[in-house]
């Protein structure tokens, strides 16, 4: 009777408990699973780098999952075959035993067991062994990841951490000692089955690059520039995420690997190497590229239109874009290069979208010409940047609100930033 309401308290009920919890896990992933087209998905590897990674990380998790069943089970097993028992309850199954003398009480302990040569020595040896094997290919998998295949005068890219987006200066006969050929900021566009040595920095503070479909994690530290590659097997877009804490907008810190055929990639390039034409009087954007000028231009540049003026940054934005002086000519240190921002699909450390349904219909090169354009978001990031995306308490990080520009401004600039394509 005891026994059977025990069972009505706790059986039935836990196992309740543990269908209703195995389904609300299966639900939460099959929720992830649909949440977004390009989830920072680590399993399902786009190009040689993951590969090597999930080829290492596979194999070691099959090792842990045993390990781990055999412990537990070892662990179950001993406490069901050595709990304690009651007395009487103990002497009624053990047949040989009538009057329970040699079982223990609740208050006793059974005899205490120290040392045993053979049990302590296995389970010394064989961990110490799996470990050892499993650092083995590790080490190797590590010099495998570092290694560039690309020849010197293959396009490199310098990626650069910043609160809080990433930017992209694209080096296209790898020579990283000149001032770069194209910047761009957010989506790091590039050629399908090629492979894109990176250097990994930072303007401020601790940063971290990863577009996990792609390779693994790269820390960008201001000072330093870490060298790390990129490549992918099939043409696409790749999300990626900052992964080292770096401040309020952290979890706002966004990036896409855009992956495109070798044609398209040319043509890509092609665009993006052509200044920007100031607009004349009766121009469409003309109005815009005034407003652009006369708000806009201290800390964003668009190539042949606006020159970066450290000079008059707002405080503390000249050290900020200091620590990349060679870059000075391109990049104003301090917010994104404007100069095709059209042509992106995202912008604000890609948190919002540029156009509607971007990426779903049209071709990556054709978005500008044929996009709807997501005004709503871009009017709101313009009007009130930080109502959008924390930034910075003390107003030197991130992009500043702009309370003064009345609507038909902002509707001029809209107009402006549509013509960068
Ligand atoms: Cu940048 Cu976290």
Known sequence: MMGEQAGGRFGPNLWRRLRLALVALAVALALTACADEHPLDTLTEAGPDAQEINDLFFPVLGVAIIVFFLVQGAIIYLAVRYRARRRAAAAAVHSDDPDGDDLYGDDEYPEQVHGNLRLELAWTIIPTILLAVISVFTLISLVDLNEVSAAEDDLRVTVVGQQWWWEFQYHLDGDTSTPPDIVTANELVMPVRQQVPLGITSRDVIHSFWIPRLNGKKDAVPGRTHPWVIEADEPGRYMGQCTEFCGLSHAYMRMYAVVLEPA?????????????????PGEPGYEGQEVFLANC?????????????????????????????????LVSGAAPNLTHVASRTTFAGSIFDLYEDRAERIPYLEVAERGDLNRGDLEAWIRNAPGQKANDADGARGMTAFPGLTDGEIDALVEYLMTLR
């Open 297 to 329: 231009a201290n800390c964003h540049v668009v190539n042949g239109v606006s020159d970066v003026n450290l000079d008059d940054l707002p405080d503390g934005m000249g050290d900020y874009a200091g620590a990349n002086a060679i870059t000075s000519a």
């Open 264 to 280: 398209e990639w040319d043509e890509w390039v092609q665009g993006q190497l052509v200044d920007a034409a100031p607009l004349e």
